[in-house]
């Protein structure tokens, strides 16, 4: 191969070396143009950094200046929502406290009728008792009277029995007096009769005198037999009148207890019944007034339950829709802060299109931007030039950077939705928390009153 080389002619190795020429401009020529990717891919990456520094910064500026836009808004929203809870919460405790104060003036009410009663049946009783002292004094009175006449009545039965007695005597007497008499006349005659006709048989006499004698003594003994006959038989008579006498007292006094008794109890029957009929026409004036009473408060309570339900139900929706306008707050505001943010890359490309004379506003330097007061939107006021860099300015008219841009916006914009979708969550656990806070107050509150 060597030998070969060697032996080759002169205009061969020309023709050789002006073919290596190209070949060699061509590799310099690759060299040079990938130093130029090498420091376009530096530049680019310079530029990246760059454009995601001004994205958050502008990103940052833009939420805040949209924050105080809107938050004065939702804040007053706020406010608004919280004066109306409160002046719902204010009516809530005047009815409330309206409702307290007729059910204690029932209650009054209740109490006063409940004393009246009691005061009504006190005095009953006192009457009652009045009554009974004075049906007892007449009792005792008429008791007297009856034990009065019936002493009156057994001393006159006393007093006809003495004389029934002394009558009973005097017969005696008289009828022994009249035996006496006739004795003696008896006595007289036969002596007549024995003188005139002693002298006929002394024998004779003597018979008719132990005859007479013994006559008489018969006679005696037979009348006082008689006698003694007659007082015993009205000695068991007057015992049997005796104890006919305590007998009949005493029939005569229970007939009389039996009748007091009757009496006292028809009169008690009477005033029971009287008074179980005033008991039942005040209990059922009693029980009429209670169940009016219950009726109205059992209606009380329903319309103060239907309509604490109706207001709850209200707070519901009032709670809801407040919810809802919320949602349509964040829903509006993240609309617009990607509308904002679409504004900023439509601005940024549209830029990269135009020419340097068409240009109306500029990108502003990011030291300045941030050296600048955060106002509201009305008090912002943009400057009327803007120091723009030589090399951006030449960036924008070469176009460049166009798709490094593009990238850097696209992965901007995918940050930015996942901290929207981060503030979403936020705002639904913000949500919840005033959902529990609010129905934890109007539970506190519920409970506050009914206790």
């Known amino acids: 191969m060597n030998n070969f080389v060697l032996k080759v002619p002169a205009t061969v190795n020309e023709e050789g070396r002006t073919r290596a020429v190209p070949g060699i401009r061509e590799q ?232 007091v008794r009757m009496a006292n109890l028809f009169e008690e029957t009477r005033r029971l019944r009287s008074k179980i009929a005033a008991y039942d026409a005040a209990a059922r004036k009693d029980i009429s007034e209670i169940s009016t009473e219950h009726d109205f408060f059992q209606k009380a309570y329903r319309t103060v339950k239907n309509r604490f339900l109706s207001e709850q139900t209200k707070d519901k929706d009032q709670l809801r829709t407040l919810s809802v306008e919320y949602n349509k707050t964040v829903k509006h505001l993240e609309r617009l802060v990607t509308k904002g943010k679409r504004l900023l890359t439509l601005m940024e490309i549209c830029r990269k299109y135009e020419s340097h004379d068409e240009k109306v506003f500029l990108v502003t330097d990011c030291t300045r931007l941030e050296e600048l007061p955060f106002l509201s939107l009305d008090r912002v006021s943009v400057p009327p030039e803007w120091d723009v860099s030589r090399q951006i300015t030449e960036d924008f008219r070469d176009l460049t950077w166009f798709w490094q841009r593009l990238g850097s916006e696209q992965i901007s914009t995918v940050q930015l939705r996942s901290e929207r979708d981060r503030l979403g969550i936020e705002a639904d656990h913000l949500r919840e928390c005033l959902k529990m806070y609010m129905t934890q107050k109007v539970r506190e509150e519920m409970r506050k009153y009914s206790v």
């Open 28 to 259: 310099r020529q690759r060299e040079a143009e990938k130093r130029a990717e090498t420091l376009r891919r530096e530049r680019l990456t310079r530029e990246i950094q760059l454009g995601a520094l001004n994205t958050r910064r502008y990103r940052a500026l833009w939420r805040e200046v949209m924050m105080r836009i809107k938050m004065p808004r939702i804040v007053e929203d706020v406010e608004v929502a919280w004066r109306n809870f409160e002046r719902a919460l204010d009516s809530k405790d005047y009815r409330i406290s309206f409702l307290m104060d007729e059910l204690d003036e029932a209650e009054e009410q209740y109490q006063r009728n409940a004393r009246s009663h009691a005061e009504t049946i006190d005095r009953l009783l006192r009457m009652y008792a009045d009554r009974t002292d004075r049906e007892e004094r007449s009792y005792r009175r008429v008791l007297n009277d009856s034990l009065d006449r019936r002493d009156n009545e057994v001393d006159e039965i006393r007093r006809r029995q003495d004389q029934a007695e002394i009558l009973l005597h005097a017969i005696t007497r008289g009828v022994q007096r009249q035996s006496e008499e006739s004795l003696d006349n008896f006595k007289s005659i036969t002596l007549s009769k024995i003188d005139a006709f002693v002298e006929d048989s002394k024998d004779i006499r003597r018979i008719s005198a132990t005859q007479l004698e013994n006559q008489l003594q018969s006679s005696w003994n037979d009348l006082r037999r008689v006698l003694s006959d007659y007082q015993n038989r009205t000695e068991d008579r007057r015992k049997y009148y005796e104890a006919l006498r305590e007998k009949d007292e005493l029939d005569r006094q229970a007939i009389a207890r039996q009748f």
